[in-house]
């Protein structure tokens, strides 16, 4: 596989989600179980954000007690392309783009996973810098 090669063939189908409820213990017991350095969160059925290795890193640097911060306090708010009246999109990349497309839009965005979505405008999963700096060294 190379810089021409699918996203789908390489996207984490298994993102876990949270809610916004979620404690920052569970979130971070997710991601290690899930070997993921992203969550989907979703209220309902819709997209609200996405929680990284980084969002975390920042709430625990804020310290206090890790059962009682909830996501709400520290995910990065965005929504899916799908809805016109979107205000802060989602860093989202459809299924079928490049590596290539995938790591130039990691680069202008200034973050480390990407929110893939399929035809039908649903999230399939996330990529992540990690994922894409493997695939080009296997």
Excluded: Y
């Excluded at 996501?71 to 290539?100: G, I, R």
Aim: hydrophobic fraction near 40%; glycine fraction near 6%; charged fraction near 25%.
């Amino acid at each position: 596989m190379g810089l021409q090669s699918i996203i789908k063939d390489i996207v984490c189908w298994d993102t876990p989600t949270v809610g916004l409820q979620t404690n920052l213990r569970d979130v971070i017991e997710l991601m290690t179980e899930h070997d993921t350095s992203a969550l989907i969160v979703k209220v309902d059925d819709n997209v609200v954000g996405v929680v990284s290795e980084l969002d975390v890193l920042e709430s625990i640097k804020s310290q206090g007690d890790m059962d009682e911060k909830k996501v709400a306090d520290f995910l990065s708010a965005c929504e899916l392309l799908s809805d016109p009246s979107v205000k802060s999109p989602c860093v989202q990349l459809d299924e079928n783009e490049t590596v290539a497309n995938a790591i130039k839009l990691l680069s202008s965005s200034g973050t480390h996973n990407i929110v893939v979505t399929g035809a039908d405008k649903k999230v399939h999963g996330t990529v992540s810098s990690r994922d894409l700096l493997k695939l080009l060294v296997l």
